[in-house]
Structure formats: structure tokens, C-alpha cells
């Protein structure tokens, strides 16, 4: 099969690999429908996280091919969507909800790599859900997006606790932040603040439920916020870049007790004890649950209640991974999907 | 009045100052009938925090001596348990439970000093909660210990979320981190598991509800406590110290999805976002809302429920302040009371 293996910082390849097999009980090999590079992808793809001859790839729907012995939930022919985080969902830790630090753990981006045509998941009941049918082809991108941003984008939300009567600060108007933005909408924050500065983001961010947009950054856009919610900063904050500054941002535009949920940190970031102590805030963050909200996602994508597929403009067949991640880099694009 | 000035680091006097007055119709004047030294007063003694001249103390009980035109809940002549920071108790800060962040919030420590015959307290209805009655001596010191170390150990643990089924991990057997055993131990933690490496305290801790303790500190300690936990980490760690070490100590025995209280934050702690990404744990710290707990505090003293005041192991006439710090510096005395 082909399938994506970044040779170092900015050399993106396909090549060809060997097609999976089941190995564990617990496997399932699955034919992928599509597929998609990540703004995580972008930090070995620039040197910022080290890179080798990775196996990139990270999100993923597709089609069951062959499942092991132990398999109960998917079958043959199921159309999946799985979480970038293997898990049993049996163990202690997924049970409380956090799937992403499931004792059987592991990242599928590095080592199993969905950029490709086939992939095998391990712990295939504790790591993917089958949609209701086999979905129309428009509904692919949405269910792509569960895969990560969307599910990350959500986890962020509900992190920071958007709900109702609750102003929504977004730090990041990248594919995680639109997509925290519309779950804050589907929660039904009263309000919700973007920070952006592209217009063609500020209008995908509008039409997932932004009501205000501020353009400023660092202690400046800390300001705007204070000045929209009457001097006290926003109810729910969410990080989605991973800067020092806008991690920074996040913490000034919390208000005392608030909570920030924050799913985008990067290599640089140290937060100085007494600024957080002194934010007096909530914090929750790390790598999505995704698993946790799958099923809620799917059922909102396969009724049509949400649109997230929007997040991505442009695809492009697998062949041309080298062309999605410059066009990611250069910012030409937001998100590109990739068709095996 | 006679009153308690830090001159430099080191450096502390007992001194005539002027005797508080009324100024705003929402001010009290109380007159002390017990304070203490905090921990943290040992940030400036020891120069890791800046002081010059500082008028030192935040912790105070007393009797209302006058109040403002415009106070209502507290009277002349009432007994009242003031917390460390002044809040009006009205703010929208304050009605979600964050008196500490209260729009109009004031350190005690630093601008009144309660190490002192008397004292003024803003926003006395805000900031105070009177006792059913004048109470008996014996209770003078837990009452004493709500004012700040056991409101602060108690936010703690509330912070960490300890409750029922719950294992509850306290870093720091100072003051602060008892009062945080006692509290998960009052609602209702299942397992209480103390860093400590001192006999005395260990044995304090025990008689708070401690059931284990461990004595191994950075990532041995972090190994301890998954030990004791199925290799997975306490659901609710407390943080009462505020070192580096300390912070990330807590961080590694927190499981994913776990609930980090962090209380003793000091100015060297920078966390790498990284480490804290990759727990993925819920965090709350910050200076206490004290005053969200005094009316519950108060009446669990009250009622014998609780005796914190075993806390205090020293106790010296206000003009041996010099003698109380230099005691805490050098860890002869866990907290000292001070009878003005």
C-alpha cells in the first residue's frame, strides 16, 4: 500500500509500505476513505519536533476490512471513524472519560500513520465507532473531523465549560479553534469571542457561531476581552495554538474561577507558577478524549446538526501529501483532506 | 497600637502604629484576640520575596470594636473570623464562589496587618463571618486557623475534588497541607496519602485522617503514590509547598483526568506546558476563597467537628514576634499563634 513517511523536517514522502495485518485479537485492519494532515503535523514538518523517517497521519474514517478474534463492536464492512488515541475504553481511566491516557495508550500518528491507504488499529472496539450506514459522500469530511479536530476543538469547549449564560473566549482561529467555537455554539454559550485576524477565517468562525471578533493580541487582546465582559475576562477560555503568547492570552483572558481548557501547547511553552496561581483559574487540557465523544459527534454529524466538514478547503489525493502540508505551512489552506 | 513590621528580610519588629478608624461606612475596626505567622510571611523573612517596612499579617479573629453606617451583618461586640483577602461578597466574582478575586479585592497582608492590636477591614460584611457567641478559649486557635491555613487547605482539596471513592495524594506536611488532610478526610476522601518526612507531623497527619505516608520526594515520590494506586496516580493531589520540585512532584502522582489543588505556588515555579499537556489533569490553585468556606468552617468548629488548631505547636505574646518567625524559619514550630 502507499502511505506517508516524513524523512526529516520539510521532506514529505509516499511511498510504498507493507499492508497491515492483524496481529492482536483485539485489531481491526481498515481501509481508509480518507484522510488528512494536521496542524500538529506542521511542528516536525518546520523542526520544532524531531522527525525521522515518521510515519505521519493521525485522523482517519474508512471501511473495516478484517477484524481479530476478540473484536465485538465493528464488523466487516463497518464505516469507522477512530479516535488519533488508541484506547481499550475498559480501563479505570478511560471509564472517567479520559480515553487519551488509557493505560493501552498510543499516539496512531508515529506509529501506525493513517496517511496512507490502509492502517491497523489496535483495541479496534475501544478506539473506533461505526457510523449508522455507510455515509453519503458529503458527510465524509464532517466525519473525518470527529477523528481529531473537532473531537479536540469539543474536548476544549466542554474543558472550558461552555454552556449556557457563558461568554466563550477562542484563542486560535486555525481548524481546532472553528471547531471549538462551533461546539460552544452546540453547548450554547451565550457569547462567544474569537480571536482572528484572517478574514476568510472570521467568517467560517461567524457562521460556526462566533459572535464577536477581536484582532488583538498578547496583553492586548486580553484587554479587548476584559472590555467586552465588563472588566472580569471570559467565563470559558479556549488555547488552540500553542504558543507562549497566546497560552499566555488564554490565562490573562480568563476571569477569577473561570476555567480554560487548552489543547494546543507547543515545545515552548513554561507558564510561570504565580501568573497562573495568580489567574486563580481552572485549567484542563492535553490531548483530546476524542473516544468520549464519538458517538455524540457522529449522531450530530449523521443528522445533519453540525457541519464541521467545512473546516477543510482543499483535497487532494494521498499522492499529493508533499503539496498539502506546504499549503498547510504557507497557510494557504486551513485543512487538507487527503483521498487514499 | 503595637503592631508587627518586617524593616528587610530578617528583620522583624514589634512597633507602636497608629490605631486603626473607620474610613468608609463598610470598614470595621476589630480588636485582635488572636493571630499568627503564615509560611508564606517567610517568603520576605528569608528575602525570596521583596519587603521593605511591611506591616505583616493576614490572619485574625476578634471583636468587632466599630463598625461603618453602612455594615449590616457584623455588629459591635460580635467575635468574627475575617478571611485573608477582603471581598465585598457581592461581585459576580464573589457569587461564583471566588471571594479571592472579588472586584474590589485586597491582600490583608501587606496593607493592614493583622499581626497587631487592632485592625481595619474593608467590606467587614463581605469579608467577616461572626461565631454564634464569644467562644470558649479552646477554640480560639481553630478559629484562628479558618482565617487562612484551614480555609486554604480545605480550597485545596476542594479544588482537587477529594470525596468519597477517592484517593486524595497532599504534598507538604506544613501547615496548610494538614488542613488539607483534615479536609479530604471531611469530605469523605477513601484514602489519604501524605509526603512527609517529619515524625511529628507525620503523626499529626495521621490524627487527621492520613493513611499513608510516604517519604520519597520528586519522581521516586510520584512513584510511591502510583505504587500505592494501581501504577495509575491519586485522583485528587493537593500542592502546599511551592517549589519546582513540589509542583511537578504533584503533577506526576495527579492520574489523567485527575484533580491538582495547588495552594503554595511561590515565585521560582515554571511549568513546562508540555508536562502539564501531557497529564492531562484538571488544575484550580490560587489564593483561597476563604471566605466561600468561613460560614461552614466556623460552624464544624463550633460544633467540635473539627480541631485545627492543633496546628498551632507554639504560642508567644505579640511583642515575641521576632522569636515566632525565627522558630517557623528554622522549623522549630509548624505554625505559631500570636496573643496581641
Known amino acids: 500500500m502507499r502511505g506517508v513517511v516524513m524523512h526529516a523536517p520539510g521532506d514529505v514522502r509516499v511511498e510504498d509500505r507493507e499492508d497491515p495485518q492483524i496481529i492482536d485479537p483485539t485489531d481491526a485492519v481498515i481501509q481508509l476513505s480518507a484522510t488528512c494532515v494536521c496542524g500538529s503535523d506542521l511542528w ?4 520544532i519536533e524531531p522527525v525521522d523517517h515518521t510515519l505521519m497521519g493521525h485522523e482517519y474514517v474508512g471501511i473495516v476490512e478484517q477484524v481479530g478474534d476478540a473484536v ?28 487519551s491516557r488509557c493505560v493501552h495508550a498510543q499516539l496512531v500518528g508515529g506509529t501506525i500513520g493513517t496517511q496512507a491507504q490502509k492502517a491497523r ?9 461505526a457510523t449508522p450506514g455507510h455515509p453519503d459522500p458529503d458527510l465524509v469530511p464532517s466525519l473525518l473531523a470527529a477523528s481529531d479536530v473537532l473531537g479536540t476543538g469539543w474536548f476544549a469547549a466542554d474543558a472550558a465549560q461552555a454552556g449556557p449564560g457563558r461568554t466563550v473566549a477562542v484563542v486560535g482561529d486555525g481548524a481546532v479553534g472553528l471547531m471549538a467555537v462551533l461546539a ?24 460556526y457561531g462566533a459572535t464577536d471578533i477581536v484582532t488583538e493580541r498578547g496583553d492586548e487582546g486580553v484587554a479587548a476581552v476584559k472590555e467586552l465582559t465588563g472588566g472580569l ?10 504558543t507562549q503568547e497566546a497560552f499566555m492570552q488564554a490565562v490573562g483572558a ?19 507558577g504565580m501568573a497562573l ?5 481552572h485549567t484542563l487540557g492535553g490531548p483530546a478524549p476524542v473516544r468520549r465523544y464519538l458517538p455524540d459527534l457522529v449522531q450530530r454529524i449523521w443528522d445533519r446538526t453540525i457541519d464541521p466538514g467545512r473546516v477543510f478547503d482543499l483535497t487532494l489525493p494521498l499522492e499529493q501529501a ?19
Chains 1, 2 share one sequence.
Do not use: W
Not at 488499529?121 to 465507532?129: E, F, R, S
Not at 481548557?261 to 507558564?271: C, D, L, R
Open 44 to 47: 516536525p514538518y518546520r523542526g
Open 322 to 340: 508533499a503539496e498539502a502540508y506546504e499549503a498547510m505551512d504557507q497557510r494557504r489552506a486551513t485543512k487538507v483532506l487527503l483521498t487514499p
Open 254 to 272: 480568563t476571569r477569577g474561577g473561570g476555567h480554560l481548557g487548552y489543547v494546543g501547547v507547543g515545545y515552548e511553552v513554561s507558564i510561570p
Open 72 to 99: 465485538r463492536t465493528v464488523r466487516v464492512g463497518d464505516f469507522v471513524v477512530g479516535s488519533f488515541v488508541i484506547s481499550d475504553n475498559t480501563c479505570e481511566i478511560c471509564r472517567a472519560g479520559f480515553q
Open 233 to 242: 475576562g471570559a467565563h470559558s477560555v479556549v488555547e488552540a495554538v500553542g
Open 277 to 281: 496561581f495568580s489567574a486563580g483559574i
Open 121 to 129: 488499529i489496535p483495541y479496534a472496539d475501544g478506539t473506533l465507532v
Open 184 to 207: 460552544a455554539q452546540q453547548l450554547g454559550a451565550e457569547r462567544i469571542i474569537v480571536f482572528s485576524r484572517h478574514e476568510d477565517r472570521q467568517a467560517l468562525a461567524r457562521s
